[in-house]
């Protein structure tokens, strides 16, 4: 795991925490199937992203992490530590109010302090010890 220099404590440890979370088999939230998010506002941001990723590796990174359907069996968390905050590039989910869309799109903006109360639950299911 690459971690950069000028990362923050705070930020280091959601990126650790999540990094575990797929070690134990968690998926990407912001994968959740019901979200939709716009490809050519994520295009947006990893071309301003300080890694500066290149053509291929920001198809790659969209395919395979930000627009990849995940097989997640409960309603999205935006608590979750599995959350990416990235509310300003998700479309009005189908079947949702704009209402509910708005909430979602204000917490899933917001920093993690640690795991959601969902993030533990579905923990203490796959792993009740």
Known sequence: MILPFTCMARVQDCI???EFGHVLGFHNEHCHPTLRINK???KAVFRRHPYRFSE???EWELQNEVLQ??????KPDPHS??????GNLLRLP???SVEAHEEFVTNINKPREGLS???QDVANVYYPF
């Open 69 to 74: 359907p995940s097989h997640i069996p409960h």
């Open 117 to 119: 109360d969902k993030d």
């Open 40 to 42: 050519e506002d994520a």
């Open 16 to 18: 650790i925490l999540r």
């Open 81 to 86: 530590i599995m959350c990416y905050p990235i």
């Open 56 to 58: 291929d590796q920001m």
């Open 94 to 96: 189908h079947g949702w």
